[in-house]
């Protein structure tokens, strides 16, 4: 993530990146408007006056919305119109999304605007930022979008705020608006023309999740290599299907880099030399496999990284104002770039987690000297059976999430709408099954972290000693049964908090050692 700096970020300027927009929402990175913007905002509202006193018939602007598009609307109700969009387009339902997203939405809202291609007031665009700065986020329902002329309940219900309506979360309580206005003293808005428009169409939604994801699973996709490696080591496993030469006869990007990445977790090991003779002439998928299948969830990654840099950037509202006299009517709302791109890193992050739980399978038969189950005293321990069919559980969930939701459309809108994305679903349910992703992993480098000790007193690597040692610090080996979901939960709080991959590249720079590779760049976080 983007570290506290001094250096503000300019909205609609400078390039957004997923790392710069959840700095910006975990407040160590401040944005603001610069006079450049401002000049924008202020030309780009006089466009739409200049439509509105003229007269001229523009979608949105002095129209009805959606199949109403032929209603004329007088110069003296647009700011009611757009007012209007805002409660009759808040109708989503279930479950708030989380605080963090909510506030991605409205950090990816305003560098939208700020673009200048809006239509809307530099007021506006400043109240978004008070709400981002003050911590005021509003509270959005997670279901009701279709992906399509944007987010829009979801849009609508993020900017009820502005009009004193809706909830929020103020300091980490659900509120009404209305109380934390009074509190702040600061009164609602009345919306000019277009703007309520401007606030529901866009994909603010999807590329939040996006955002999130695209976090989520690189962390995930960086941790799997470590557990996987402390897995193979746990099964003597060989280093030889890594071998770059092998995997030059295939070159695809991510099986080049995670090959080179095991390569390095394992190299110095002393546990690798200690079967480098022995008959065992291949190992089972899960451990050979690794580069093809994590690294085929690393491709997948990348895809959905480049689209969500791009979308995230982009101008995504309808109509676009080009001038008084040039408007555009188009589909740059539409979900569809995401949603392809997330249902199939759905399939690659469920895929991440199918592999990892073969792995703690393997690690529970009690073959290459290993005990059953983990434990040496089973009957009466259960050992680590059960950590197992949590996995499975995890696993068999995830592949019920993949169905992809990009290939459904439901007309809407009396049918002007006649295709929609369903991108918001896609974002969700990948959401969810990176959830469980980490989940899984978290097992199996419990489990790896266990096999591991009937390793000594042969040393593996530099790189994955210090990782087994950060596991123990946590967690102690298990002699005897006891409530391993609280190791689980444990092992997920290594993970997800990064400590896992935080510990693997510490070691390697202080052993100057090159876990990076030559295709880092393309599978950094930005």
């Not at 079967?275 to 491709?299: A, F, I, W």
């Not at 791109?341 to 992050?349: G, K, R, S, W």
């Not at 349910?429 to 978290?442: F, G, M, P, S």
């Not at 693997?504 to 950094?524: C, P, S, T, V, Y």
Request: a neutral charge; charged letters at 20%.
């Amino acid at each position: 993530m983007t570290p506290k700096t001094n250096s503000p970020f300019n909205y609609g300027i400078d390039r957004l990146t997923p790392s710069t927009a959840l700095a910006l929402a975990g407040g160590s990175l401040r944005g603001q408007i610069s006079e450049e913007v401002r000049f924008r905002l202020v030309a780009s509202q006089k466009h739409v006056q200049e439509i509105v006193n003229r007269n001229i018939s523009v979608y949105g602007i002095n129209t009805g919305f959606g199949p109403l598009c032929r209603t004329c609307i007088a110069p003296e109700d647009t700011g009611r119109l757009q007012e209007n969009i805002l409660r009759s387009h808040s109708v989503g339902v279930g479950e708030p999304v989380s605080k963090e997203i909510a506030k991605l939405m409205l950090i990816l809202k305003a560098h939208s605007l700020c673009q200048g291609f809006s239509g809307v007031s530099l007021a506006l665009v400043e109240r978004i930022l008070w709400h981002i700065e003050k911590d005021i986020i509003p509270v959005v329902p997670s279901q009701g979008s279709v992906g399509a002329s944007g987010d829009l309940a979801p849009l609508a219900h993020l900017f009820l705020p502005l009009i004193g309506l809706g909830q929020v979360f103020y300091k980490d309580k659900i509120i009404e608006t209305a109380k934390s206005l009074e509190k702040t003293g600061i009164k609602g808005m009345a919306l000019g023309p277009k703007e309520g428009l401007a606030l529901i169409n866009g994909t603010q939604f999807i590329a939040a999740h996006a955002v999130k994801i695209v976090e989520r699973l690189h962390n995930c996709l960086e941790c799997a290599d470590i557990i996987g490696a402390l897995s193979l080591e746990s099964m003597l496993g060989s280093v030889q299907p890594f071998k770059h030469k092998l995997h030059q006869l295939r070159p695809f990007n991510g099986a080049l880099h995670v090959a080179h990445r095991l390569r390095t977790l394992l190299e110095g090991s002393e546990v690798l030399g200690s079967h480098k003779n022995c008959e065992r002439v291949q190992d089972p998928y899960s451990l050979r496999c690794m580069p093809q299948v994590h690294g085929t969830s690393r491709d997948a990654w990348e895809h959905l990284a480049c689209q969500v840099l791009t979308e995230i950037n982009a101008v995504t509202d309808n109509p676009v104002i080009f001038s008084s006299t040039e408007t555009v009517s188009g589909g740059n709302f539409h979900g569809q770039p995401l949603a392809l791109p997330l249902d199939y890193t759905a399939m690659a992050a469920s895929e991440l987690g199918n592999i990892s739980e073969r792995r703690t399978y393997l690690l529970l038969e009690g073959k290459e000297g290993l005990p059953v189950l983990l434990m040496k005293d089973t009957g009466i321990n259960s050992g680590f059976m059960i950590p197992q069919y949590t996995a499975a559980a995890l696993v068999s969930e995830n592949k019920s999430l993949c169905f992809p939701a990009s290939v459904d459309s439901i007309p809407t809108s009396l049918g002007q709408e006649d295709h929609v994305s369903m991108g918001a679903i896609s974002a969700r349910k990948t959401l969810r099954v990176v959830d469980n992703l980490e989940k899984i992993l978290a097992i199996e480098l419990l489990c790896a972290a266990q096999a591991f000790d009937f390793r000594r007193p042969l040393k593996s690597s530099h790189l994955l000693e210090a990782c087994h040692d950060l596991v123990r610090q946590k967690i102690s080996h298990a002699d005897d049964d006891r409530v391993f979901g609280d190791d689980i939960k444990i092992a997920i709080a290594i993970l997800t908090k990064g400590e896992l991959d935080n510990t693997a590249n510490n070691a390697a720079k202080q052993k100057r050692i090159d876990l990076k590779g030559d295709l880092h760049e393309r599978f950094r976080l930005s």
